[in-house]
């Protein structure tokens, strides 16, 4: 089952769920281990464009996710309780607002010289406005700050994901890891 069905997530889904999922945790680990090398460590000079440029294949990834996600309809929410799938929807548009607002700033701190973003050095993204220097600076603070906040809620996320596993014992978590059946 490729598409997704009001009862479950099909495979294209799922799989946009785990590349993001898995994009996401290798950028910011990725972006935690630079901050610490110094000028002469290899990775200070590789890791910036590997990071650039998979934070551009989250943006093509992310616009890929809502666009799939408006030509599907939304699986059913599962729980019976009313604040649980509210909090659900809550942490889902949460992750939406803030790894839009992490590329964007990534992509503000990438190009504020001018220089376009690049993506493995395929694709050029044009500059659209140059930063001094503060402003290049609080667009990194906002951006760690931002990422701290996606990896908070995707802890959250995991906690719901199995609270609904083996506390409420419902298919939330087991329909993001295999389709249904197709009917």
Excluded at 1 to 11: A, E, P, S, V
Excluded at 82 to 87: E, F, G, P, Y
Excluded at 97 to 125: D, H, M, N, Q, R
């Amino acid at each position: 089952m490729l598409k997704d069905t009001r009862r479950d997530y099909g495979w294209i889904s799922i799989s946009i769920h785990w590349i993001s999922a898995l994009l996401i945790f290798f950028l910011f680990g990725l972006g935690i281990y630079m901050t610490g090398l110094s000028y002469y460590d290899e990775w200070y000079h590789k890791g910036p464009s590997l990071h650039i440029s998979l934070g551009l294949v989250l943006l093509l990834v992310m616009v890929v996710r809502l666009v799939w996600r408006g030509a599907n309809p939304t699986p059913e929410d599962l729980s019976p309780h009313r604040l649980n799938n509210a909090l659900a929807k809550l942490v889902k548009l949460g992750f939406y607002l803030l790894i839009f607002a992490v590329i964007i700033s990534g992509y503000l701190i990438t190009t504020a010289e001018g220089k376009p973003a690049e993506i493995f050095g395929l694709l050029k993204i044009p500059s659209i406005m140059e930063l001094s220097a503060s402003q290049v600076d609080l667009a990194g603070e906002i951006h760690e700050f931002l990422a701290w906040g996606i990896v908070l809620l995707a802890v959250l996320h995991a906690l719901g994901a199995l609270m609904h596993h083996f506390v409420w014992r419902d298919r939330t978590l087991v329909r993001m890891l295999k389709p249904g059946k197709q009917k």
